[in-house]
């Protein structure tokens, strides 16, 4: 399916009523360190613009990134004045930006811009929508409380229409509060000391801000579910209707109508049925609209994707994933997602799709995203382009209080953490799941990774489970391994693949090996200062040693692995054992060469 018509009407609409009008000069990236092309080319008037929700397109709407202004207070004070200029959806710590200053626990970031609703908006509902806010966000419109919202990496919105007054201008203001590592809230990788595998805090607004406009009766989300054994996709819908409302469904193969059915919940019986994989990455639109008295009154479009993700036992007797009823070898990065310029977030959307590109040139087939959740093109970056997904659960500590045990099952201890940090936890992850669990790519869940903050491992896994039957759970990556009711055993070994444990009973991968590190001059984060599990001083020698661990994978995939992950796609920051630099402005090894191995290792199984 081609989707980018749909996204060019939305971006086509947004052009009409944008309301970024701040002078490029005003503006400048924060500090010296290393950029992106893509950072050092960026307009600040021109920032993010493409439709951020592509699993659910509406013709109408407005993009608040830009220029804004910001002020730095006590956590329990208001600005008397604004401190400058800050480009959202940057962190306030990076660089794009354009401030570059460090948020503590005891501070309040507060946001502030006007904006103007359309006239063709009039007698719709209007929400303000938040890609991602980190950590909470108070929001105010017109100098009333629109709504709260606390979580680094789930969208949330607010209906602020009956907030608006007569006036012309409106007025947006958002208060922001980070307590990062002082607590257990979910964080991933940010520490208030950033060194090693740990990286630079990040604060605030660091996605897309946006209206639309929406009937009374219209479309909140939904939910496609492929059963490719019936050859049917279900499809769910949540709706605000009222009685004789119709709510009707449709599936396109490219603009042809392959199935259709009207109510909530339906199921669509797909002729001919096309498989998305890896391989052949093929999505079907999908079109829902709200119709009452005969009369659209609201219309989304979508898409979907006739896929499965299942495990059994093969032939050789080791439980192995199947994709599609068929097996397959899972292999990739693990990916951070960070940028030296953007911290969180990627300087354009061309930057977005960047890594996932060479990823897939690499002869890759999987990614694990890194205790950190991306902006939902990202997510349909790896739909368009065929890329399954491991999504971690960004980690609410280290394993500094508790003991790992990453080579057997006994002696692992749980993370000594509070009933509000589990509830919290238990709530950012359900919104997690929720928000995400429409894209097909991704095809496995991991709640921890390497004893981080791990709690309650038996009681998480059933938790996971009811918010998402449909794919796996890699329940604790790394270790604390327990008997617990998920699907995959995940070991961890640097710099080379080794099976130290196995377990019948589960999927058993290789969830991370390998950390290469090669400090390439003139691409560093910190010239002074690098480190990687391993370094050495050429590309030759990199990918000969890369070459020796794929071999030696290869080997224990006869034993049992059924996957892997190699660490990782890029640097970030002092860390060097990136497959291209923390910049993206060098791949490391002979692509050609690189694709061959990783070729071989997926073929192996």
């Not at 999908?286 to 479009?301: A, F, K, P, W």
């Not at 693949?497 to 196995?502: A, K, R, S, V």
């Amino acid at each position: 399916m081609k989707l980018k018509p749909f996204l060019a009407a939305a971006v086509a609409a947004f052009s009409l009523i944008s309301c970024n009008t701040d002078d490029k000069a005003t503006w400048a990236p924060a500090g010296d360190r290393i950029m992106t092309e893509w950072g050092e080319n960026i307009d600040p008037r021109n920032v993010l613009q493409e439709y951020p929700r592509p699993q659910m397109v509406r013709a109408e709407w407005m993009n608040l990134n830009g220029l804004w202004d910001y002020a730095i207070t006590a956590a329990d004070a208001v600005p008397e004045k604004m401190d400058g200029n800050i480009l959202v959806p940057f962190a306030v710590e990076s660089a794009l930006s354009g401030v570059g200053r460090t948020v503590t626990e005891n501070d309040a970031l507060w946001y502030e811009r006007e904006f103007v609703i359309p006239e063709s908006w009039a007698g719709k509902r209007v929400i303000l929508n938040f890609g991602a806010v980190d950590w909470k966000a108070e929001v105010y419109v017109d100098g009333q409380p629109a709504g709260e919202h606390t979580g680094g990496y789930a969208p949330f919105s607010f209906d602020v229409t009956d907030l608006l007054g007569k006036a012309r201008r409106h007025e947006l203001k958002v208060k922001v509060t980070d307590r990062t590592d002082k607590w257990f809230q979910p964080r991933g990788k940010q520490v208030s000391e950033p060194g090693g595998i740990w990286y630079t805090a990040v604060t605030g607004i660091w996605q897309t801000v946006w209206m639309e406009p929406v009937a009374e009766a219209h479309v909140d989300s939904y939910l496609a579910v492929a059963d490719i054994d019936t050859g049917v996709m279900n499809v769910a819908v949540d709706a605000d209707m009222s009685n004789g409302d119709i709510c009707e469904v449709v599936l396109l193969d490219g603009e042809t109508p392959v199935a259709k059915a009207e109510g909530r919940e339906v199921a669509l019986a797909v002729p001919e049925m096309k498989l998305w994989s890896p391989s052949d990455p093929f999505l079907y639109g999908l079109q829902i609209r709200i119709i009452r008295d005969g009369e659209v009154i609201d219309s989304i479009d979508g898409y979907a994707a006739m896929r499965k993700i299942s495990y059994k036992r093969g032939e050789d007797g080791h439980n192995r994933m199947y994709l599609n009823n068929e097996p397959l070898f899972q292999y990739g990065p693990l990916d951070q997602g960070w940028w030296p310029d953007g911290l969180y977030t990627a300087p354009s959307d061309e930057a977005l799709a960047f890594d996932i590109e060479k990823t897939k040139e690499m002869g890759f087939n999987m990614i694990r995203k890194h205790v950190k959740v991306e902006p939902a093109r990202w997510y349909w970056h790896c739909d368009r382009l065929g890329m399954l997904v491991w999504q971690d659960m960004p980690s609410i500590a280290d394993n500094s209080t508790n003991i790992w045990a990453n080579k057997t099952y006994e002696g692992g201890t749980d993370t000594p953490v509070t009933d509000e940090g589990k509830q919290n936890y238990y709530k950012e992850w359900s919104e997690i799941i929720d928000a995400f669990k429409v894209f097909p790519c991704i095809v496995t869940w991991v709640p921890f990774n390497e004893a981080w903050g791990q709690f309650d491992t038996e009681e998480v896994v059933k938790f996971t489970r009811a918010q998402d039957p449909t794919r796996l759970i890699n329940y604790a990556s790394g270790g604390n391994f327990v008997k617990c009711s998920g699907d995959i055993l995940d070991l961890h070994n640097y710099p080379d693949p080794q099976m130290y444990l196995y377990d019948k009973d589960y999927v058993n991968v290789l969830g991370e090996y390998g950390g290469i590190g090669w400090p390439v001059e003139g691409h560093l984060w910190q010239p002074d200062r690098n480190w990687g599990y391993v370094q050495f001083k050429s590309a030759d020698e990199v990918l000969d040693t890369y070459e020796k661990y794929a071999m030696q994978l290869i080997e224990l995939v006869d034993y049992g692995f059924a996957g892997a992950i190699y660490t990782q796609t890029t640097d970030v920051e002092i860390e060097v054992n990136g497959l291209m630099t923390y910049d993206r402005k060098v791949i490391k090894l002979d692509m050609d060469r690189l694709r061959d191995i990783n070729t071989k290792v997926i073929e192996s199984m």
